[in-house]
């Protein structure tokens, strides 16, 4: 990527992104740079990544083509005025706004980027918004995205090579975001939740928590890289390993007596709501 890419927000996400496209090649740390109002967090990012840095958003909003919002959807409001606020905000060349800020719609992007732009110069400004999850953090992230009417095929295509260093990414229609945030976005959480389970009970088993845990861990991963190589349905591993009267067969029919699929089909839907509820 030849663009010169500007972060706002140098928080997990914000490091992630930078740290991604710097390890995976598709950008130079030179063509980078955080923007914070934590000084000392900027001052190890720059030493640890050699990126560049800055406390002012305004200035890295001029001299980036590629802007991401990392901020907390809490203070967007506040980030999106200072920008606009900016004597040089509607002479700047065409720029890619990313928004990785969770439950910020684009249409209320929309109301404060281009309150005071003319249509000729809001088609300059396209904006992206993208649902990534943690595991982006160590190259493993799902990342659901979704372009505004100014954004071309070549911008979805840059957002996919900076979403793509740090892990998968899929395309959908706005709408679909908030199924995204409960499946992808929140979806680490649920399975962190299944490895408390199996770790408290390696403990009542008789295991140390060492052990239980590395139990756990390998058991996990296993799991996930079978799905991945033999690309058959999650439900066809699972009989294949369920031997009837067996040990496995004892362990899903408790699962199965206590309705447990569904109360986390349930569970999933009542993110998907949640989300809703705090984009609108």
């Known amino acids: 990527m030849n663009s010169k890419i500007g ?37 190890h990012l720059k030493t640890l990544y050699g990126v560049s840095t800055t406390v002012d958003n305004a200035k890295l909003f001029s001299d980036a083509r590629v802007v991401v919002l990392a901020v907390k959807p809490q203070v967007m409001n506040q980030v999106l005025d200072g920008l606009i606020e900016h004597r040089d905000y509607r002479d ?25 732009l003319d249509e000729p110069t809001r088609t300059r400004l396209p904006i992206i918004r993208v649902m990534p999850n943690t595991p982006a ?68 088993l008789g295991f140390t928590e060492g052990e239980s845990t590395a139990l756990t861990m390998g058991t996990l991963k296993g799991a996930v890289r079978l799905m991945e190589d033999r690309r058959e349905p999650p439900e066809s591993l699972r009989q294949k390993v369920t031997s009837p009267g067996g040990t496995t067969a004892a362990a899903i029919g408790v699962l199965e007596e206590r309705n447990v699929l569904m109360h986390i ?7 998907r709501q949640r989300s809703i509820e705090l984009s609108t």
Do not use: C, W
Not at 27 to 35: E, H, K, S, W
Not at 93 to 116: M, N, P, T
Not at 164 to 191: C, I, K, N, R, W
């Open 7 to 43: 972060i706002i927000g140098a928080g997990n996400m914000g490091e992630a992104i930078a740290g991604a496209l710097i390890r995976s090649g598709a950008v130079n740390a030179g063509d980078i740079t955080l923007a914070d109002v934590d000084d000392r967090r900027l001052e």
């Open 92 to 116: 700047n060349d065409r720029k890619l706004v990313i928004s990785i800020a969770a439950g910020i719609r684009i249409r209320q992007l929309e109301e404060r980027l281009y309150a005071h």
């Open 265 to 271: 089909v349930e569970a999933i839907l009542a993110a």
């Open 137 to 204: 953090l160590v190259l493993e992230g799902m990342s659901g995205m979704s372009p505004n009417r100014f954004a071309t095929d070549e911008d979805m295509q840059q957002a996919r090579r900076i979403l793509e260093a740090m892990g998968a990414v899929m395309e959908f229609e706005e709408t679909q975001l908030d199924a995204v945030t409960a499946m992808s976005g929140s979806g680490p959480a649920y399975l962190f939740y299944l490895a408390e389970a199996m770790i408290e009970a390696g403990l009542r």
